[in-house]
């Protein structure tokens, strides 16, 4: 399972950015695919995740309301639309992959900077 996220960047707060995931090597029927984040020093951060099957999905709350993950069966992609970015949400974000029946997520992705500036 290879996973390629992309679309980070430098934003002022306010402001929005769409990450993209790259999901390839197998197909991901009963799957979970999610978006972390991470700042140094702090422990990574399960923002928000969405099953492969039926699209269900889950936010945490620091991100509800103001980010949206969806995924593309034909493409393999899970993408995270970010919107009234904060400079809290500055961190490196990480998409991740997580078979079915599994306990964790498995499968990681190099990370992207998302920077938001005040």
């Known amino acids: 399972v290879q996973l390629q996220a992309s679309g980070g960047g430098l934003v002022q707060a306010g402001g929005s950015l769409r990450l993209s995931c790259a999901a390839s090597?197998?197909?991901?029927?009963?799957?979970?695919l999610g978006w972390f984040r991470q700042v140094p020093g702090e422990e990574r951060e399960k923002i928000a995740t969405i099953t492969w099957n039926w699209g269900t999905t889950y936010y945490a709350g620091s991100v509800k309301g103001r980010f949206t993950i969806s995924r593309d069966k034909d493409k393999n992609t899970v993408d995270l639309v970010m919107n009234s970015l904060k400079p809290e949400d500055t961190a490196v974000y990480y998409c991740?992959?997580?078979?079915?029946?599994?306990?964790?997520?498995?499968?990681w992705g190099q990370g992207t900077q998302v920077t938001v500036s005040s």
């Open positions: 090597g197998r197909t991901f029927t009963n799957w979970n």
């Open positions: 991740a992959a997580q078979p079915g029946g599994a306990a964790q997520y498995t499968h």
